[in-house]
């Protein structure tokens, strides 16, 4: 959360006011659980205390007594967490959700909201999207009884109750739910109540006469502190509050299934489009190449003039081979790319762009091969798009490499409104960085102007 700019005095009073209203949020959601615990030490510790009470033995016989207790106290406040914790945790888990969607400006998917770059320091797509055990359907089986999925019952209702029962209370999602109620319970309740136990002894002490002066420091302070200390919430939820971890790898599981089967596409098509450039174009070039040859070879005796027509016709079907063939090279392996780099091998591609375009790099040596390849053909594709649809007159092609990243940002001053829709080039190129774990960005305002960024995390040659 950002200050707000201008206001002086006002905006830290605005800030101060919000901050008390989020820790005593926060306070509430995250006490019951120590709550519990607290009560039940308490009385339990009081009722086992009682038991040997006037206890007259050795030292060792006491100190077995005092961890039996001990044990006892422990015991009693699981079993009061195990009855609390069901009906509880997944309501007190929703609304800390709720909060962190509103406060730190995260969505319930976990996709940021904002635009700054902040929104690409994690990714953890998803944070706090989780899903809970759905009820399953209860059937008959033919001896009779009725399966919920776990167990057989003699009745419908009764397979009903305890499918419900199960689905809710035997939920990895809602045990996870109570350890974030207990992990809550010990970081953010404590950090987040500070200001409001300060305020609150503040003003106690300046309703006491002797105490006034320590009462106005005390409530100064923690209304110093109210616009930092509800931020312990950001690095726990983010934590405690998403799906369980395994349900998280499942979906990151998923994720490269999904992009593994589209490399899996896009490499099938490559290959048809390079078996038809050569089928279409080189081979039927060097058909009638030979063809020619053979031609002339039947004409050179008898008509000198003609047989030297379908040589030099021959001659120059052998040169726009040469060159389709060169053509399909730099297509799938652009031999400047491999020579030079990236950064020498988009200037020259920019050359053969009808558009004016300026490459800046401040990239102090060359990247992966792998990714210097899928950037120049991403970059390649957005030269092509401006070429074809921007209307640009003015492009500028910028690298960058920062905290492990390489970066290409395209900018035209075109007619805007790009969007990487569904089998789209733009999509096209998202799907491929995602092969390597970047990401696309587009700004591109109906009208212009466009910026599209290209970054993939890799290492330096």
């Known amino acids: 959360?950002?200050?707000?700019?201008?206001?002086?005095?006002?905006?830290?009073?605005?800030?101060?006011?919000?901050?008390?209203?989020?820790?005593?949020?926060?306070?509430?959601?995250?006490?019951?659980?120590?709550?519990?615990?607290?009560?039940?030490?308490?009385?339990?510790?009081?009722?086992?205390?009682?038991?040997?009470?006037?206890?007259?033995?050795?030292?060792?016989?006491?100190?077995?007594?005092?961890?039996?207790?001990?044990?006892?106290?422990?015991?009693?406040?699981?079993?009061?967490?195990?009855?609390?914790?069901?009906?509880?945790?997944?309501?007190?888990?929703?609304?800390?959700?709720?909060?962190?969607?509103?406060?730190?400006?995260?969505?319930?998917?976990?996709?940021?909201?904002?635009?700054?770059?902040?929104?690409?320091?994690?990714?953890?797509?998803?944070?706090?999207?989780?899903?809970?055990?759905?009820?399953?359907?209860?059937?008959?089986?033919?001896?009779?009884?009725?399966?919920?999925?776990?167990?057989?019952?003699?009745?419908?209702?009764?397979?009903?109750?305890?499918?419900?029962?199960?689905?809710?209370?035997?939920?990895?999602?809602?045990?996870?739910?109570?350890?974030?109620?207990?992990?809550?319970?010990?970081?953010?309740?404590?950090?987040?109540?500070?200001?409001?136990?300060?305020?609150?002894?503040?003003?106690?002490?300046?309703?006491?006469?002797?105490l006034i002066g320590y009462g106005i420091a005390l409530i100064v302070a923690a209304l110093a502190a109210a616009p930092f200390a509800w931020r312990i919430f950001r690095p726990v939820a983010h934590r405690f509050l998403g799906p369980i971890p395994r349900s998280w790898l499942g979906g990151r599981v998923k994720e490269l299934e999904a992009i593994q089967a589209d490399l899996t596409q896009t490499q099938a098509a490559e290959l048809e489009r390079i078996e038809r450039d050569l089928h279409d174009g080189t081979q039927a070039r060097l058909l009638a190449m030979g063809m020619s040859v053979g031609a002339a070879e039947l004409l050179v005796d008898t008509d000198p003039a003609a047989a030297k027509a379908l040589l030099a016709e021959a001659r120059g079907a052998s040169a726009t081979a040469l060159a389709e063939l060169r053509s399909l090279v730099r297509g799938i392996n652009p031999p400047v790319l491999a020579e030079r780099g990236l950064v020498d091998a988009v200037q020259a591609l920019a050359l053969d762009v009808p558009v004016k375009i300026t490459v800046h790099s401040t990239v102090p040596s060359r990247v992966e091969r792998p990714v210097e390849s899928a950037v120049y053909f991403a970059v390649a594709e957005l030269m092509a798009n401006v070429a074809k649809h921007a209307e640009a007159s003015r492009v500028t092609v910028a690298f960058a490499y920062t905290q492990q990243t390489l970066s290409v940002a395209v900018t035209d001053d075109g007619v805007g409104g790009a969007a990487a829709s569904a089998g789209s080039g733009l999509h096209g190129i998202q799907r491929r960085m995602a092969a390597f774990s970047g990401r696309l960005e587009i700004v591109s305002p109906t009208g212009g102007p466009t910026h599209i960024t290209v970054a993939v995390p890799c290492a330096l040659s």
């Open 1 to 210: 959360m950002r200050l707000p700019a201008g206001g002086g005095p006002l905006r830290w009073w605005v800030e101060i006011v919000r901050g008390l209203y989020r820790s005593a949020v926060l306070t509430g959601l995250t006490l019951l659980l120590p709550a519990v615990c607290l009560t039940v030490g308490i009385g339990g510790s009081h009722v086992v205390r009682s038991w040997s009470e006037g206890l007259s033995a050795p030292l060792a016989v006491r100190a077995l007594v005092g961890i039996g207790q001990t044990l006892m106290v422990i015991l009693w406040i699981a079993v009061a967490l195990w009855v609390v914790h069901p009906a509880t945790s997944r309501p007190l888990a929703k609304a800390a959700r709720r909060r962190a969607e509103s406060w730190l400006g995260e969505r319930s998917t976990g996709r940021p909201t904002g635009q700054s770059d902040e929104r690409f320091d994690e990714r953890s797509d998803e944070r706090f999207e989780v899903t809970y055990r759905s009820v399953p359907q209860v059937s008959r089986m033919s001896t009779g009884y009725w399966w919920d999925g776990h167990e057989y019952h003699r009745s419908e209702r009764e397979a009903r109750r305890r499918a419900k029962v199960h689905a809710r209370f035997h939920d990895p999602q809602l045990h996870w739910d109570g350890l974030w109620g207990l992990v809550a319970g010990v970081t953010v309740l404590p950090v987040a109540a500070l200001p409001l136990l300060g305020l609150a002894g503040g003003v106690y002490m300046v309703l006491t006469p002797d």
